[in-house]
């Protein structure tokens, strides 16, 4: 791999891994929820679709390290490894299986093959799914409730709000996709 596409990746991480830190500006609280509305999901989902799913991944894992080692990047502008053990941990390692599931189901960008956008449907559907999976069942653990509560206030809230996040993420991710894809070498 040459240098200027080494350093072309390594921005990419980067500007994902920043922008997916940024979304904790745009916090909405959810009455009855100890779970926000955030926009760090629809970056990590983005950064899978866009990145592919090791590039992905990689700015997802930047993210919550940053966030580990106390900068103020998690919900809330809230930082420490605390908060991987509190009610919203399962959403933050949710974070990771997202962009990676989303990333293996699109693929990684290439400039002579077009991913359709069912693919890139299913993926942020799918992507979405991994992140609720161990979101879900760390806040039923916390709380120590049964599954209608931690449906109710867990996943329910936020289906409508996320199945816009993913319709956004599957129609620009095409795109992106097309740009980065000469340009990274994965």
């Not at 929820?33 to 592919?52: H, I």
């Not at 799913?53 to 580990?68: D, E, H, K, M, R």
């Not at 997202?98 to 693929?107: D, K, S, T």
């Not at 931690?150 to 991710?173: E, I, Q, R, W, Y």
Request: glycine share 12%; hydrophobic share 60%.
């Amino acid at each position: 791999m040459d240098t200027q596409k080494t350093t072309l990746n390594t921005a990419l991480v980067a500007l994902f891994a920043a922008l997916t830190a940024a979304g904790t500006f745009i916090a909405v609280p959810v009455p009855g929820s100890a779970v926000p509305v955030v926009l760090q999901n629809l970056f990590a989902l983005l950064a899978g679709l866009v990145l592919g799913p090791a590039l992905g991944t990689a700015a997802v894992g930047i993210y919550l390290l940053i966030g580990a080692i106390g900068l103020p990047v998690f919900a809330g502008a809230k930082g420490g490894i605390a908060h991987f053990f509190g009610p919203t941990g399962g959403y933050l390692i949710g974070y990771a299986l997202c962009a990676l599931v989303a990333g293996l189901i699109a693929g990684k960008p290439r400039s002579d093959k077009r991913t359709t956008l069912p693919i890139l449907a299913l993926a942020s559907v799918l992507g979405l799914v991994a992140l609720y999976v161990p979101g879900v069942l760390r806040l039923k653990a916390v709380l120590g409730a049964g599954w209608p509560k931690a449906l109710s206030v867990g996943l329910l809230p936020f289906l409508v709000g996320d199945a816009v996040k993913a319709a956004a993420a599957t129609a620009v991710a095409g795109r992106l996709r097309r740009l980065v894809a000469d340009k990274l070498e994965i």
